[in-house]
T-cell receptor
Framework: GENVEQHPSTLSVQEGDSAVIKCTYS??????FPWYKQELGKRPQLIID?????GEKKDQRIAVTLNKTAKHFSLHITETQPEDSAVYFC????????????FGGGTRLMVKP | NAGVTQTPKFQVLKTGQSMTLQCAQD?????MSWYRQDPGMGLRLIHY???????DQGEVPNGYNVSRSTTEDFPLRLLSAAPSQTSVYFC??????????FGPGTRLTVT
């Protein structure tokens, strides 16, 4: 089945700096790669997603890149703000399970003011 | 539009007890899923459904049953609760673009 690995597990940056989180996946048939932000005690919230036919997608300060050949994808947050502090999860679709998701282990991002 | 609702919000069970976690959605989505999230970890797929009457196992199905008699409801049953099932449970419904809409979660403790 699909295996998703996420790095780093914790990331501390200064306000205004950029943050990058990386994920690798194993199933070459995966075609959907969302990123979620989860605050303490809350449900995961979709912040951006990308499909396998696209190499990059951007939404204001957030961008995602996908390298299908290497089977890795990354989240880039620019001009970080204290409210960006949360746990971020990457996920990849399960090609043999109705495009349900398998998740990475999460990255705790701390943005210091 | 309530989206995805889950009840209860919190539950404490004793080992061996059974219970049903409720999940409902009002978006007419065919696909629904259950995940569990243990502390400090990502979500793991328990069971999923691609339509009324159709269910299948995910990554961690042991100890859980599901049914899907209507499009709206997708209950998760714990057959005989164990401490290893202490977790936060999220239900989700999925739209045609694969976006998952998560419910608020049920925090379950098994003692």
């Amino acid at each position: 089945g699909e295996n998703v690995e996420q790095h780093p597990s914790t990331l501390s940056v200064q306000e205004g700096d950029s943050a990058v989180i990386k994920c690798t996946y194993s199933d070459s048939a995966s075609n959907y790669f969302p990123w979620y932000k989860q605050e303490l005690g809350k449900r995961p919230q979709l912040i951006i997603d990308i499909r396998s036919n696209v190499g990059e997608k951007k939404d204001q300060r957030i961008a995602v890149t996908l390298n299908k050949t290497a089977k890795h994808f990354s989240l880039h947050i620019t001009e970080t703000q204290p409210e960006d502090s949360a746990v971020y999860f990457c996920a990849a679709s399960l090609s043999n399970a109705g495009n349900m998701l398998t998740f990475g282990g999460g990255t705790r991002l701390m943005v210091k003011p | 539009n309530a989206g995805v609702t889950q009840t209860p919000k919190f539950q404490v069970l004793k080992t061996g007890q059974s219970m049903t976690l409720q999940c409902a959605q009002d978006m007419n989505h065919e696909y629904m899923s259950w995940y569990r999230q243990d502390p400090g970890m990502g979500l793991r797929l328990i069971h999923y459904s691609v339509g009324a009457g159709i269910t299948d196992q995910g990554e961690v199905p042991n100890g859980y049953n599901v049914s899907r008699s209507t499009t709206e409801d997708f209950p998760l049953r714990l057959l005989s609760a164990a401490p290893s099932q202490t977790s936060v449970y999220f239900c989700a419904s999925i739209d045609r673009d694969d976006e998952q809409y998560f419910g608020p979660g049920t925090r379950l403790t098994v003692t």
